[in-house]
């Protein structure tokens, strides 16, 4: 199983930026996918995921009303459009994998995981 990640980079406060990951080494519909960040200093949190299905997202409060999950027709890479960032946003997003239906939301629990890459936000 391996999960490539891609985007990130630099956004000015309110901007947007979009990630990509590549997942292989699973049946497609088998497996859910996510995202997770984690900011300097603090615990890895649960972003935004996509069930196995494909029809269902889930996200965290942080990215509610800001950020869109979705799969390409394949399902094969799962995507993350971020609009209106703020500072806060800035983390490494991880991508991850979980052969659940619906992707657990407690990154400790999460059985695979991608490189992070890095988001910076400006204020």
């Known amino acids: 199983v391996q999960l490539q990640a891609s985007g990130g980079g630099l956004a000015p406060n309110g901007g947007s930026l979009n990630l990509s990951c590549a997942i292989s080494g699973f049946n497609r519909d088998q497996y859910s996918m996510g995202w997770f960040r984690q900011a300097s200093g603090k615990a890895r949190e649960f972003v935004a995921s996509?069930?196995?299905?494909?029809?269902?997202?889930f996200y965290g409060d942080s990215a509610k009303g800001r950020f869109v999950a979705s799969s390409n027709g394949a399902k094969n890479t799962a995507l993350l459009q971020m609009t209106r960032l703020v500072p806060e946003d800035t983390a490494i997003y991880y991508c991850?994998?979980?052969?659940?239906?619906?992707?657990?939301?407690?990154?400790?629990?999460?059985?695979?995981w991608g490189k992070g890459t890095q988001v910076t936000v400006s204020s």
């Open positions: 996509i069930g196995a299905s494909g029809r269902s997202s």
């Open positions: 991850a994998a979980d052969t659940s239906p619906i992707m657990v939301f407690e990154a400790e629990r999460v059985p695979y």
